[in-house]
């Protein structure tokens, strides 16, 4: 009989090279880092002044700007070296965190947005994420490449979850020290621009192992965006992805915990200990994802569990009560990040490992740009209020399900390795 430990999700953790766990170190620091951030962000720029319209507007020229400055950072990784630009991106953290805190100025926390590197939905930004899913495939096997992938989702759902209810419950105290608002929430950025500084410190530790060896690169043929050979299947991906993006952009977390606030009139602390549940479950989803992968493909696992989560989305406008509210929530975060581990693992399995950087790159920064239209349409909605505060899910569910059932007609037939050895 197996013990837990011997279960093949703990036997992928234990195939991790050390620079393998440093990733999932770096992992954990950053999501803490944009969960502690994404949970006051929309509240604080309302305090200082903005409407929703307005908050809506910063954060969409957030997403974009991270998509403008994330694009040629990726692009450029494998050649430059993934250690230094990941520590680029570190880089525009801490500054994106020091110029929030310091200004209320609409323009300053305009330019200050698109430059840096801000998350408005607790989700990964800027040029991380595609960098060490390139790398990530270097520490471990083809075989367990689909299950650490699960453990990093998980874990980044985990401390998103902790990082949510911490930036809420610290502002919350603060205010009931007498803090104001404004207060609280700018102690929350300064945190967040200290947790940059960590994560400049961790990439520096990682070693030239999970650089690309220079033979892997065929400059024979003409590169696009950093692509050859994987371009067409990258940029099917990328449009397919920019449909699903544009509808969770509807619904960021910086978003919703507004729409808590203006329909049920819940408090920071109270959001943050939403968020923590919806993460906490969306990381146990995350992890089942592998092993539901191993038994019916990566495509399909990405498609099939998407679509229930999808119909809850829909629904939890809908509810009555805030607790009823919640648990809908609750119910559709407990599935609906099975497809983000399969989706990852699906992208850099079915390109060449030269072009990992440059894959994850274009389909991430695709996910970004289309997402960043999405703020503005949200508090265009709750500006409007009444039935229109309904809005945001209600799109967000239905585009969702247009982009499952485009992606099972596109790529069902086109296997990872894995599945086309079986």
């Not at 991106?89 to 840096?116: C, K, Y």
Request: charged residues 10%.
């Amino acid at each position: 009989m197996l013990t837990v430990l011997q279960l093949p999700e703990f036997h992928a953790l234990r195939t991790l090279t050390p620079d393998g766990r440093l990733l999932f170190a770096t992992r954990t620091v950053r999501l803490f880092a944009y969960g502690f951030l994404a949970v006051i962000l929309a509240l604080y720029l309302s305090v200082v002044g903005l409407n929703d319209t307005q908050v809506g507007l910063v954060l969409s020229l957030t997403l974009i700007g991270d998509a403008v400055i994330s694009l040629p950072i990726t692009i450029i990784a494998d050649r430059f070296g993934r250690r230094r630009m990941l520590i680029v991106g570190a880089g525009l953290m801490i500054f994106a965190g020091v110029v929030f805190a310091l200004t209320s100025n609409i323009t300053l926390l305009i330019v200050t947005a698109i430059i840096g590197t801000i998350s408005p939905s607790g989700n990964e930004v800027g040029p991380f994420l595609s960098i060490e899913q390139a790398a990530l495939p270097q520490t471990t096997t083809d075989k367990q490449r689909t299950q650490v992938f699960a453990w990093y989702s998980l874990l980044g759902s985990f401390t998103t979850g902790i990082g949510s209810l911490a930036g809420g419950s610290l502002a919350s105290l603060l205010q009931s020290a007498g803090q104001t608002e404004l207060n609280s929430y700018r102690a929350v950025i300064v945190g967040y621009a200290l947790l940059g500084a960590v994560l400049a410190v961790m990439f520096t530790r990682l070693s030239p192992a999970v650089e690309i060896a220079p033979t892997a690169t065929a400059p024979t043929l003409p590169s696009l965006f950093g692509l050859k050979r994987s371009r067409g299947v990258v940029f099917k991906l990328s449009g397919l992805f920019m449909i699903d993006a544009f509808a969770g952009g509807l619904v960021v977390q910086s978003m919703v915990a507004l729409w808590f606030n203006r329909r049920f009139g819940v408090d920071p602390a109270v959001i943050g200990g939403i968020y923590f549940g919806a993460n906490f479950f969306a990381g146990l989803s995350a992890l089942a994802a592998a092993r539901v992968a191993a038994r019916i493909g990566l495509v399909n696992t990405m498609v099939f569990t998407h679509v229930p989560s999808n119909i809850l989305l829909i629904l939890v406008p809908l509810m009555p009560t805030l607790s009823l509210a919640i648990f809908v929530l609750l119910a559709r975060f407990s599935i609906s990040q099975m497809d983000i581990p399969t989706r990852q693992s699906y992208t850099v399995a079915v390109v060449d490992p030269d072009e990992r950087s440059a894959a994850n790159g274009v389909t991430n920064i695709a996910r970004t740009t289309a997402s960043a239209f999405s703020p503005v349409v949200t508090g265009a909605m709750l500006n409007a209020g009444g039935i229109w505060l309904s809005g945001p899910f209600i799109l967000a569910g239905g585009l969702k399900l247009v982009y499952d059932l485009l992606l099972y007609r596109n790529f069902q037939s086109i296997k990872p390795p894995e599945e086309r050895a079986s």
